[in-house]
């Protein structure tokens, strides 16, 4: 059993930064990829970025490449969202989520994470 709480989520005006941040519960934190997904009103919840159980790879949609970045510290139990340059379009509620693994691109799908976190909320103004 894994446990997730975000942190970090806040109001922004556009051009601004904001550092996400998830803690994780149990002993077994290393042994899972983690993600982080969000999800505007009205839409679906969207892959965001994930990186692998030591760190050494990540992966994110294409889309905010080079203004999102994902790192983990498996010591403290902790995975992070660096979030640059944000844009009204970003607003929305983030989630972090753990996930055992699996085949092909399982990092990009809901259905593959095993366990979330509540969401936070980001706001961007423009």
């Known amino acids: 059993q894994v446990q997730l709480v975000e942190s970090g989520g806040g109001l922004v005006q556009a051009g601004g930064s904001l550092r996400l941040s998830c803690a994780a519960s149990?002993?077994?934190?290393?042994?899972?990829?983690m993600g982080w997904f969000r999800q505007a009103p009205g839409k679906e919840r969207e892959f965001v970025a994930a990186i692998s159980w030591g760190g050494g790879s990540t992966y994110s949609t294409d889309s905010l490449k080079g203004r999102f970045t994902i790192s983990r510290d498996n010591a403290k139990n902790t995975v992070a969202l660096q979030m640059n340059s944000l844009k009204p379009e970003d607003t929305a509620v983030y989630y972090c989520?753990?996930?055992?693994?699996?085949?092909?691109?399982?990092?990009?799908?809901?259905?593959?994470?095993?366990?979330w976190g509540q969401g936070t909320q980001v706001t961007v103004s423009s």
């Open positions: 989520a753990a996930s055992r693994g699996g085949g092909g691109d399982y990092y990009t799908r809901v259905s593959s994470y095993d366990y």
């Open positions: 149990g002993r077994t934190f290393s042994s899972y990829i």
